[in-house]
C-alpha cells in the first residue's frame, strides 16, 4: 500500500468503534487492560511449548496465534490513538534509543537482551 | 512514507537483532513472554487511575508510556516476523470477522463489546 | 484448618502433577507464564466495566471469576514450591518492606500506591 | 501457624489498607490490573532463559522473584477479599474439577496439560 498501513489501522478502528458506540467503553485504561488480555491468549499457545517455536503448532494453533496478533495490534493502535502517540515515530525513537544501550559490539549475552525497564 | 510502515519495523527489527546475535533469544516462546511484561508495563500506568483516561497522566507519564506501547509493537512486530504472519493483512481479516460477530445496529450494550475468545 | 492451607495446596498439588507426569512441563518458565494467562482470564471479565466492581459481573461472571482466582493461586503455589519459596513468608516479609515505603501517616494520594517496582 | 495462612494475609492486607485509605484505589478491576503487572515482573526474570529454570537466576533475581511472587499473592488475597472468595477453597474446588478433566490415566501429553479455558 502506498500509505501508512498502521493509520490505515487507526482509521478503519475509529470507524469500527464509531458504528457501535463504543467510544464510551475505550478508555486508555480499558484498552490497556483488553490489549493485556489479548496477549495473553497468544502467549497461552506457547506456555507448554519445548522449543518454543511455531513448529509445534498445528495448523489450528497458527491460524488462531494470527488472529491473536491481529487482535493485539488492533487493541494497540486504539490505545495509541486515543493517547495520540503516533506508533511508527515512537517505535523508530524507542530503537535509536536501544541501540545506543545495546551497541552491536557489546558482548553478546543474557545482559545484553533489552531489559524491560 | 511509501511503503507499508509494519514492514519497514520488521525490516528494522530484523537487522537490529542480527547485529546483536539475538536470534538465539527470539523463539516465537520468548518474544510472547516479553510482550506480555511490556504490555504490563503499558497498563502499570493507568492501574489506579479514576478515569482512565490519559489526563489523569503527567508529561513523564505520557512520555513514559509512548515508549512503553513502542516496545508492544516492537515485539509484536518481531513475533509475526516469526510466525510469518503479516499483521497489516490479518488485522483486516479479523476487523472483517469482528464486524460479523458485531453488527452495527446489533444492541449497543456491554454484551456488544468484543469478548476476548 | 490447623495447618498452612498453603502448605496444604503446595502438596496437593505436587500429587495431582506427579500423578500425571507433569513435572516435565512444570518449569518455573513455563507455570509463570501460565500464570500471566490465568490471571488475564481474571482480568478479562473486569476490562468493559465502569464501577469495576463485582456488583457488575452476573452470576455466571462471578463463579467464572471464582474459579480463574483458584487457576491463578493454583499456578503461584507451583512456581513457589520450583523456586522454594514460602509464599506466607514472603507476603509477611514483603507487606514489611512496604511499610516502611509507604508510611500510614504518609500523604494519601496516587503517589502513596505501591508501585510494581 | 493454626489458623489459616490465607486468612492471616486477608486481614493483614485489609488493615494495610485500611491505614492508608487506599479502599478507593482497590476495586476489583484495579485489583486485577495490579495483579498483571505483578505476575509480569514474576515473568519478565524468566522470559529469555533457556532452561526455563531458577538455576539460570542469580542471587539477586531469585531475591528479587521471591518478593514479586510475595507482591502477586497479596494482590491476589485482596482481590479474592473484595469478591468474597474464598481461596483455599475455591482452589480445592477447581483441583476438583480439574481432577475429573485430566484423570491421571489418561494420555499424558501436551493435550493433557490444562487449558486455560
Known sequence: MNTSDLHDLRDRTRQFARERDWARFHTPKNLAMALSVEVAEVAEHFQWLQSGTGDELDAAGRAAVRHELADVLL?????ADKL??????????KMGLNALKYPPNAARDLAGQPSSD
Chains 1, 2, 3, 4 share one sequence.
Open 84 to 93: 495520540e502517540v503516533d506508533l511508527h515515530a515512537a517505535a523508530v525513537e
Open 75 to 79: 487493541y494497540l493502535v486504539q490505545l
